[in-house]
């Protein structure tokens, strides 16, 4: 009897351990997205997406009304000109829900879906992008999928499906003409906007999970794990690599004027000065890696970084602590109105604002 | 510690894809490591699973259990004693078995680290690799997790034109694979009990009917990866036992094991 027990014991051990190495669908899986207007923050965090009032931090809604096991957030959603949520999830489910959080169910307290698209091969990751009545959303399966907004389907199905490669994990971005987006099969993709054929594509050597940059003088600019900043030709994809940098660039750069600002994950945070072709300063070392991008917010860039700080950075490269939320933050702190929300994991709470002089207004952190 | 053990079993992952370019065949590879690194443990188990074996026709055990078939305690305490002057591991046949959880987990870790599904899961592959300098993370990331049917950083399961519930991914070939490799491996291991009321064989029985369901629990659920690993060893097992004229086939058969005991009576 003893052995059978002690047998059952170490079988159960073993569930155990296993089941809690999954990170099963609550928080922790990996970092949250965060999105934000200047009402509402919208938090993709596990099995729920949370609505959060920008004004006192309360809860609004979360969607959907019961966790499920078949869905898991961590994309961060976009916000259409008409307010639509939109947010891709990464559970079994593969959906790409748009929720209308102007017309609530008064049962589930939760907003009612616009449409919803359960067709991709593989979970959503990447922020989609809005272009004029489309919605471009690139997919773990590395298809860039494009929706009619303006379509009036409930069922939504892809107006267009390009096959690109490897897994996309970036936001696209668009010139205009053109649409760009990078792989993390370290390709950077050049798609012509009306016709959706691939312009060209470019390899750079290392996965590229973030999002390529335009800069004013039309120039466009990638940080990938090659560990080099590279500069591209948008009309031809002619590249070069512009600067080196210690580690992967995670985090897509910042463009403030003429200045790119990104950080690596040795922890080293750059200035690169795309008129001049060099780094405005040598790297500073806050104090730990960063996978954010950094927010302009003054006359300062902060950057946050895993340790659970964030800096603020001065034009001149000094930098002094702006505010200690704990945890660790992966995820890019977004500006909501005058305050900057912070999400990090393995904090007391999910979501934080601060004002502009880095004093938290209010912590969220849900009820249940 | 354990997060060393985790960095070495990827950046090994990591290596053998770097070689082959296909994680489906780097984890089998990975696997046939894995069983020669733990051949001795293995090796200790037949011995074990044989020595039990040639006691059920000792005569002086037989004995024994007869004397003393109304006193449990004694006999347990006789047992014992017969264990250690005949230098027996009572848990040297199932010891083996279960040192193959922390592997299995740890594996479980390398296989879902190595693919990084998750950006959090990209982040920690890429403090793993530096366990071995002269892997290129760089260029080999992102893994490619396709391997025949399956994508081995989730479950595996052939869609099905209906939903059912409990199979969100379908119908799950390599789980009932795992689930009847794992019987048939712990079948061929179970040594022939000539006696009735045989502990170690009520044990080994026991095993054969758990670990088959846990395993192929084990495989529904998580990254098939982990499935491939599971069929890869137990194949391994079952080849490694019939090679060494070690495999008891008779207990494949219903009742196999009890045609033992009825003829140990006669």
Redesign the interface.
């Given at each position: 009897m003893s052995?059978?027990f002690s047998?059952?014991t170490?079988?159960l051990?073993?569930?155990v351990?296993?089941s809690g190495?999954?990170g099963g669908t609550g928080r922790g899986?990996?970092?949250p997205g965060l999105a934000a207007n200047n009402d509402t923050a919208f938090l993709a965090d596990g099995s729920l997406l949370y609505a959060v009032s920008i004004k006192d931090g309360k809860e609004l809604w979360h969607y959907p009304a019961s966790p499920s096991?078949?869905i898991v957030f961590?994309s961060t959603p976009v916000i259409t000109p008409d307010g639509l949520v939109i947010v891709g999830s990464?559970g079994?489910d593969r959906s790409l829900v748009a929720l209308n959080p102007a017309d609530i169910n008064s049962e589930t307290k939760s907003p009612v879906e616009a449409w919803r698209f359960t067709g991709a091969q593989?979970?959503w990751?990447a922020t989609p992008l809005v272009i004029e009545n489309r919605l471009v959303a690139p997919n773990?399966d590395g298809k860039l999928y494009v929706f009619d907004l303006s379509d009036g389907q409930t069922n939504k199905q892809p107006v267009e499906v390009i096959d690109l490669a490897?897994?996309l994990?970036g936001q696209p971005v668009t010139d205009g003409k053109l649409i760009f987006v990078n792989s993390?099969?370290h390709s950077v993709f050049a798609i012509d906007k009306d016709s959706y054929k691939i312009v060209w594509h470019e390899d750079l050597?290392?996965?590229i999970?973030n999002s390529p940059v335009l800069t004013t003088d039309g120039s466009l600019y990638v940080g990938s794990?090659?560990?080099e900043l590279e500069k591209f030709d948008p009309a031809t994809g002619n590249h070069e690599a512009v600067e080196k940098t210690t580690a992967?660039v995670?985090g897509t750069p910042s463009l403030v004027e003429n200045n790119l600002y990104f950080g690596d994950?040795s922890g080293n945070f750059y200035s690169y000065n795309t008129e001049e072709g060099k780094y405005n300063w040598n790297p500073i070392q806050p104090d730990g890696p960063i996978?954010t991008s950094p927010l302009v917010v003054n006359d300062l860039i902060l950057v946050a970084t895993e340790s659970g700080s964030i800096y603020g950075v001065d034009v001149d490269g000094q930098s002094k602590l702006w505010s200690q939320p704990g945890g660790k933050i992966?995820t890019s702190p977004v500006m909501a109105g005058n305050l900057v929300l912070v999400s990090p994991l393995g904090a007391d709470a999910f979501l934080y604002a601060y004002d502009s002089n880095g004093h938290q207004a209010w912590a969220f952190k849900p009820e249940n | 510690m354990w997060e060393l053990f985790i960095s070495i079993f990827t950046s090994v992952l990591l290596w053998i894809y770097d070689i082959v370019g296909n994680f489906g065949i780097a984890i089998i590879l990975f696997t046939i490591l894995i069983r020669v690194v733990t051949w001795p443990l293995n090796a200790q188990q037949m011995k074990g699973a044989a020595a039990m074996q040639s006691l059920q026709t000792d005569k002086e055990w037989q004995d024994i259990q007869k004397k003393y078939a109304k006193d449990k305690e004694k006999l347990a305490q006789e047992q014992m004693r017969v264990y250690r002057e005949k230098g027996i591991n009572p848990f040297g046949s199932?010891l083996p078995t279960?040192i193959q959880?922390p592997i299995?987990?740890a594996l479980?870790?390398s296989i879902?680290r190595a693919l990084a599904?998750?950006?959090?899961?990209?982040?920690q592959l890429?403090r793993s690799g530096s366990a071995f300098s002269f892997l290129d993370i760089?260029?080999l990331?992102?893994l490619n997790s396709k391997f025949l049917w399956m994508?081995l950083g989730r479950p595996e399961g052939i869609p099905l034109p209906f939903e059912i519930g409990f199979l969100?991914?379908g119908f799950p070939i390599l789980a009932i694979i795992v689930a009847l490799t794992t019987y048939v491996q712990s079948k061929l291991t179970l040594p022939a009990s000539t006696t009735p009321g045989d502990?170690s064989a009520a044990?080994g029985n026991?095993?054969s009917i758990?670990m088959p369901l846990?395993l192929g629990?084990?495989a529904l659920?998580?990254p098939s990866g982990l499935a491939v690993y599971f069929i890869t060893s137990n194949v391994l097992g079952i080849i490694q036992y019939a090679m060494q004229g070690k495999a008891n086939w008779r207990n494949l058969l219903p009742g196999g094991n009890k045609q033992v005991v009825a003829k140990a009576k006669k």
């Open positions: 052995k059978k047998f059952l170490i079988v051990l073993a569930v351990l296993l190495c999954t899986t990996t970092w096991a078949k961590y990464a079994t593989d979970h990751v773990a490897g897994r994990w993390l099969d050597g290392g996965a999970p794990f090659a560990s992967w995670w994950l996978t992966y | 199932c279960l959880f299995i987990i479980y870790q879902t599904v998750t950006p959090l899961g990209l982040l890429s760089t260029s990331i992102p994508d969100p991914y502990q044990m026991m095993m758990y846990l629990y084990f659920t998580f």
